[in-house]
């Protein structure tokens, strides 16, 4: 089974940056990628961007194209998220998240599937943006 833990978030001043961190463990040899998904107050789930493992093949919403940045280590058990020119309507908790062994699809629906609710999640790091 596949664990999944969150670090890196905190308080920031509109504009400011933060690196989240997702470090994988367990069965890391058959799982598809990793995505991170954003629950905003009073808002859906939203998985703001995923990476497939096999390829390293990326997808963004169109909310935070150009300000956020996925990438994985060698080893490809930590992925993180690279976030620049953070703005208030980034606040929320932000999950990792990995589809279930077997789930095969390109990154965005990798991303459609994980906000839904699918597949082995992290408990989440808290990202605040306020001034």
């Known amino acids: 089974q596949l664990q999944l833990v969150e670090s890196g978030g905190g308080l920031v001043q509109p504009g400011g940056s933060l690196r989240l961190s997702c470090v994988a463990s367990?069965?890391?040899?058959?799982?598809?990628?990793i995505g991170w998904i954003r629950q905003a107050p009073g808002k859906e789930r939203e998985g703001v961007s995923c990476?497939?493992?096999?390829?390293?093949?990326?997808y963004y919403a169109d909310s935070v194209k150009g300000r956020f940045t996925i990438s994985r280590d060698n080893a490809g058990n930590t992925v993180y998220l690279q976030i620049d020119n953070l703005k208030p309507e980034d606040t929320g908790v932000y999950y990792c998240?990995?589809?279930?062994?077997?789930?095969?699809?390109?990154?965005?629906?990798?991303?459609?599937?994980?906000?839904?609710?699918?597949?082995?999640w992290g408990r989440g790091t808290q990202v605040t943006v306020s001034s």
């Open positions: 990476i497939r493992s096999a390829d390293g093949s990326i």
């Open positions: 367990g069965s890391t040899s058959d799982y598809f990628g």
């Open positions: 998240a990995a589809p279930a062994p077997g789930w095969f699809g390109t990154p965005e629906r990798m991303c459609l599937s994980l906000a839904g609710g699918r597949g082995s």
